[in-house]
């Protein structure tokens, strides 16, 4: 699908998750979920890309459902490999950067919440793991959609893991 319908239904499905990142969320959710829709409405506004947010929309009703604050780092980096994949397919160094910015993103987030240096540390080391593991499997899975969306999975999965550690 192409032309205004599709682009008319990518903007239609970026607001209904921003809406149901704000409800099942909050603030925090929601701001994080727009930077991502932002950049990958920048880098490639496809109808099929959003199957990528799957992820993310079940940390947030895990969320919704527990109340366990945690679950904001897995989100965070579904998020991140969200719009990774699409940017690092065409160079890696534009891949950390996109990275970057969302555990920058993250990281603000956190602070603007009160978290302690010891939690941002722990943090930020899980997220360059992350990062680097996203990363390394580009090559592998771009272009095939059930595949991206099974790594989007698994960034969100080695991040809850790892902050388990």
Same mark, same amino acid.
């Given at each position: $699908?192409?032309? =205004?319908?599709?682009?008319?239904l990518f903007v239609v499905?970026? $607001?209904? #998750?921003?809406?149901?990142?704000?409800?099942?969320?909050?603030?925090?959710?929601?701001?994080?979920?727009?930077? *991502?829709?932002?950049?990958?409405?920048?880098?490639? =506004?496809?109808?099929?890309?959003?199957?990528?947010?799957?992820?993310?929309? %079940?940390?947030? @009703?895990?969320?919704?459902?527990?109340?366990?604050?945690?679950?904001? #780092? =897995?989100? *965070?980096?579904?998020?991140? +490999? #969200?719009?990774?994949?699409?940017?690092?397919?065409?160079?890696?160094?534009?891949?950390?950067?996109?990275?970057?910015? $969302? &555990?920058?993103? #993250?990281?603000?987030?956190?602070?603007?919440?009160?978290?302690?240096?010891?939690?941002? @540390?722990?943090?930020? *080391? &899980?997220? +360059?793991? &992350?990062?680097? $593991? %996203?990363?390394? @499997?580009?090559?592998? &899975?771009?272009?095939?959609?059930?595949?991206?969306?099974?790594?989007?999975a698994a960034a969100s999965?080695?991040?809850?893991?790892?902050?388990?550690?």
């Amino acid at each position: $699908m192409t032309g =205004p319908v599709s682009s008319l239904l990518f903007v239609v499905l970026e $607001m209904l #998750f921003l809406a149901a990142a704000h409800w099942l969320g909050g603030p925090p959710w929601t701001a994080l979920g727009a930077v *991502a829709i932002v950049v990958q409405a920048v880098v490639r =506004p496809r109808v099929s890309r959003l199957l990528l947010l799957v992820p993310a929309v %079940v940390w947030l @009703a895990l969320f919704h459902v527990t109340g366990n604050r945690e679950l904001f #780092f =897995p989100y *965070a980096m579904a998020l991140t +490999a #969200f719009i990774i994949l699409p940017i690092a397919a065409r160079t890696a160094w534009q891949g950390w950067l996109a990275g970057g910015l $969302m &555990v920058g993103a #993250f990281l603000a987030i956190r602070l603007a919440q009160q978290a302690s240096g010891q939690v941002l @540390a722990v943090e930020l *080391a &899980v997220a +360059a793991v &992350v990062l680097g $593991m %996203v990363l390394a @499997a580009v090559s592998h &899975v771009e272009g095939r959609l059930p595949r991206e969306i099974a790594l989007v999975a698994a960034a969100s999965l080695a991040a809850c893991a790892g902050l388990a550690l």
